[in-house]
């Protein structure tokens, strides 16, 4: 209770606890809703918004200070050292599952057809799912964009010229568009459509995975990890966002602790 005769406690709401209220926005940290909790920090009562709150301030300051930036994923160094091995050994994991999965479902799919897909993935990270899916033989060409060109050059590196790719896809070979595990890192979503269209590719498939709602159920020590999920996703959530990013597609969703999305384009007739 504050002395509401002070005139510095003019316009400060009795009824708000700003106690619970941080308690609610580190609920939120830890819950991998860093968007809800900076936009927590921002939408206090007035009273608050012209004295702010030294703890949300030290908190939104410990945010900044341990997100990824783009900067971060650029220069990563965890991220450029993995050897061929390391990333390898992803595949077939709780890592990977269920993408890996269906990845491979999908390429053995099309090798037992005849057929060879041209696969681009953005965001590949350290190469795990064309290193895992070349060393267990499905037949493929692959191209990818990273932020990280340490680590990207190590994909080339390692997959060779035999299914490096960048050329694009030639006539008649099916196309698959990947974007893994990198929605939940991404201040703007929209930034994974646009690479999308740069491509100038009309793909035949769309494999997409996030992680379902909070990744290992939370993050307790925010306070002192970098931190690189700012949101979590629902079901319908995440079928929305690929419905409205390539419409016109049938959609397969498969949960586990993360969930993938499959389209491709409805079958003739």
């Not at 061929?84 to 990977?96: D, L, M, N, V």
Request: with cysteine; glycine share 8%; net charge negative.
């Amino acid at each position: 209770m504050f002395d509401q005769m002070d005139p510095g406690n003019l316009g400060r709401p009795l009824y708000f606890d700003i106690e619970i209220y941080r308690k609610a926005v580190e609920g939120m940290i830890c819950a991998d809703e860093i968007e809800f909790a900076l936009e927590m920090i921002r939408r206090v009562p007035a009273w608050y918004r012209e004295h702010p709150d030294p703890e949300l301030e030290r908190m939104k300051k410990i945010l900044y200070e341990n997100l990824y930036s783009p900067m971060t994923y650029v220069n990563d160094e965890e991220e450029a050292g993995y050897t061929r091995e390391k990333a390898e050994a992803q595949w077939g994991t709780a890592y990977t599952h269920p993408r890996a999965e269906v990845l491979f479902d999908l390429v053995t799919k099309l090798n037992n057809e005849g057929k060879k897909p041209w696969l681009f993935e953005l965001s590949t990270s350290h190469g795990l799912l064309p290193l895992g899916l070349a060393k267990a033989g499905a037949n493929f060409h692959f191209f990818a964009k990273n932020f990280n060109q340490a680590a990207l050059a190590k994909v080339i590196e390692w997959l060779g010229p035999e299914v490096w790719c960048p050329r694009g896809p030639g006539p008649d070979q099916p196309t698959i568009f990947m974007n893994t595990e990198c929605l939940e890192h991404a201040y703007r979503e929209e930034d994974i459509l646009n690479e999308y269209y740069k491509l100038g590719v009309n793909f035949d498939y769309i494999l997409l995975s996030v992680p379902y709602g909070c990744l290992g159920n939370g993050l307790p020590n925010w306070r002192s990890r970098r931190l690189g999920h700012i949101r979590g996703y629902t079901k319908d959530e995440f079928l929305s966002l690929a419905q409205r990013f390539f419409p016109k597609r049938e959609w397969k969703m498969i949960v586990a602790n993360s969930m993938v999305v499959i389209g491709k384009w409805p079958s003739p007739g």
